[in-house]
T-cell receptor
Framework: DAMVIQNPRYQVTQFGKPVTLSCSQT?????MYWYQQKSSQAPKLLFH???????NEADTPDNFQSRRPNTSFCFLDIRSPGLGDAAMYLC????????????FGQGTRLTVV | GQNIDQPTEMTATEGAIVQINCTYQ??????LFWYQQHAGEAPTFLSY????GLEEKGRFSSFLSRSKGYSYLLLKELQMKDSASYLC???????????FGKGTRLSVIA
């Protein structure tokens, strides 16, 4: 059974049109992460939540925002997608930060046209 | 600060053994992970090391030396399905998120 679920698997959006990617988890984990992964590159951490505490990476563009309305759900909002934002977006969860396994969703592949 | 280094690509023959190295620099250390990622799919967990030594799990083993900032993933009896990227990732210290290296793309050939 899927434990970290991302919807949709594939998303096509227009240049400049806001888009939201969603992630849900059934693990009741405290931490949820959003990573951006471009072709042949490592996943790059955008931000993470520890419970309701939001932690933004210093080099994450302002164009990217996130919401975590409850333990189970987390959203990635891209306010004005550019061509350079086309990537795979991975959601992951872990029970704690530090020393605990991260579980990944299947990812959402975003195409910007 | 943080820095994680892995070779970009490796090629090995079906049935052989391959070792994928990972070196890191960190001001703290709280565990190192290896993930496997097939093209277009999410990373899946392979192994976790927090103490020095070798952890064996079937065909896969992972080794850690904290004093040297070094880990390796050893894959035995390679199969074609092992062709994937292998990502080294670690927690630095305290309540820090999981950070990935660039990954090593392994190609298994007949």
């Amino acid at each position: 059974d899927a434990m970290v679920i991302q919807n949709p698997r594939y998303q096509v959006t227009q240049f400049g049109k806001p888009v939201t990617l969603s992630c849900s988890q059934t693990l009741n984990h405290n931490v949820m992460y959003w990573y951006q992964q471009k072709s042949s590159q490592a996943p790059k951490l955008l931000f993470h939540y520890y419970d309701k505490d939001f932690n933004n990476e210093a080099d994450t563009p302002d164009n990217f925002q996130s919401r975590r309305p409850n333990t189970s759900f987390c959203f990635l909002d891209i306010r004005s997608p550019g061509l350079g934002d086309a990537a795979m977006y991975l959601c992951a969860t872990s029970r704690m930060t530090g020393g605990t396994e991260a579980f990944f969703g299947q990812g959402t592949r975003l195409t910007v046209v | 600060g943080q820095n994680i280094d892995q070779p970009t690509e490796m090629t090995a023959t079906e049935g052989a053994i391959v070792q994928i190295n990972c070196t890191y620099q960190t001001s703290g250390f709280n565990g190192l992970f290896w993930y496997q990622q097939h093209a277009g799919e999410a990373p899946t967990f392979l192994s976790y090391n927090v103490l020095d030594g070798l952890e064996e799990k079937g065909r896969f083993s992972s080794f850690l030396s904290r004093s040297k900032g070094y880990s390796y993933l050893l894959l035995k009896e390679l199969q074609m399905k092992d062709s994937a990227s292998y990502l080294c990732a670690l927690y630095h210290s305290g309540n820090t998120p999981l950070v990935f290296g660039k990954g090593t793309r392994l190609s298994v050939i007949a």
